[in-house]
């Protein structure tokens, strides 16, 4: 019963972490996608000036690529993404509600960064964030790999078709509403994590959270 328990949560996991993963890269190619776009046709911006914005969203996003590979030594998976998801919340809402003038200056400058900031971490921390709970196998990954591909492909024309429909300001709407289903799927996969941790304590009694990376090496 107890080993049900463990597999039940662990597959909740799983789901909830693909879910995650397919917003987030999802999010991540539809911006950078839209964004453009948007400060040309919203912002009134040239040419030169929206690319330059949409440079500034990529080296914002590599940048904290880099970044985070020294602060994981410090933080965990999950306080790594505590620490950036809400970064395309704020920048959402600062598209939403920052008066035009400030938005057209230093405000889509500020926005983009804070989304390159917040982008750049789902990917490789939520994996990071499995395998502290459970042994990924590589079977694992094929899936986290194909819902990443599927949010690449899938969210960046369901913003178009949004867009399309709802005007350029919509895309705001979108970065909101994908960061903030992230965050709330976040808390989930942590929650499903405990639950598999405390399953296989009652289990077996009290066993490290690498124990299963352990027994993986040895077989």
């Not at 200056?105 to 921390?125: A, C, E, K, Y």
């Amino acid at each position: 019963e107890n080993d049900r328990a463990v597999k039940s949560a662990e597959f909740a996991m799983l789901c909830l972490s693909l879910l995650f993963v397919l917003l987030g890269v999802g999010l991540e190619v539809g911006f950078g996608a839209w964004i453009h776009t948007y400060a040309e046709k919203h912002l009134d911006m040239d040419q030169f000036e929206a690319s330059d914005v949409n440079s500034a969203y990529f080296a914002s996003f590599t940048a904290a690529r880099v970044i985070a590979t020294p602060l994981a030594m410090v933080l965990s998976p999950a306080g790594l993404l505590w620490l950036s998801i809400p970064g395309c919340t704020i920048a959402g809402l600062m598209g939403l509600f920052l008066p035009y003038h400030w938005l057209r200056g230093w405000g889509i400058w500020v926005l983009v960064i804070l989304t390159g900031i917040g982008t750049s971490s789902s990917f490789p921390n939520i994996i990071s964030l499995l395998n502290k709970y459970s042994r990924i196998t590589s079977q694992h990954q094929s899936y986290l790999c194909t819902a990443a591909g599927i949010g690449a492909m899938l969210l960046p024309f369901v913003f178009a078709q949004i867009i399309k429909f709802g005007g350029q300001q919509m895309l705001m709407w979108l970065t909101v509403i994908c960061s903030i289903a992230q965050l709330v799927l976040l808390g989930a996969v942590l929650g499903a994590g405990v639950k598999v941790t405390n399953s296989r304590s009652r289990a077996s009694g009290p066993l490290s959270l690498t124990e299963p990376l352990l027994e993986g090496s040895n077989e």
